[in-house]
């Protein structure tokens, strides 16, 4: 069951970096692997959280799998996503923000496993350059978004 945690400090607000990986349906654009993605739906709640099930698809190499997810968003702090429905076994992950004097400072950590054991073999080969890569992506994405 890879893991993989990374923590960062990028020179944006905590709004803007939080915005970035809340904005799911805009993964396509930018993040590696990441074909499509829907927002099944989208829920305020009471507590002032925002809770969104979503899908995204995933394609690499000869697999392309779907995958339902709920997440649960707590502005410009917090992100937790937990697994739906898809080809895991499991999987959670989660976003943390923070105010830092030389702007934000994130936190991202992923844990999962797939059903399928090819698969699991195939992303175990490159599964920390593979998440790498994932953080890369956000901080590219920012740079582009913010400057």
Wanted: net charge neutral; proline share 6%; with cysteine.
């Amino acid at each position: 069951m890879p893991t993989h945690g990374e923590k960062r400090v990028l020179p944006y607000s905590r709004a803007q970096v939080y915005d970035l990986v809340a904005d799911v349906t805009r993964y396509p654009e930018f993040l590696p692997w990441t074909s499509a993605a829907r927002v099944r739906s989208r829920v305020p709640q009471p507590d002032g959280t925002e809770l969104v099930e979503a899908d995204l698809v995933i394609s690499f190499k000869v697999f392309r799998e779907r995958f339902g997810s709920r997440v649960v968003l707590t502005p410009q702090s917090r992100i937790e996503m937990e697994y739906l429905d898809g080809p895991f076994k499991h999987m959670k992950s989660h976003w943390k923000f923070a105010d830092h004097p030389d702007g934000c400072a994130v936190e991202f950590f992923v844990d999962f496993e797939f059903k399928n054991a090819i698969l699991q073999k195939l992303i175990g080969v490159v599964f920390n350059e593979a998440m790498h890569r994932v953080v890369k992506a956000f901080e590219d994405r920012a740079r582009a978004l913010y400057g």
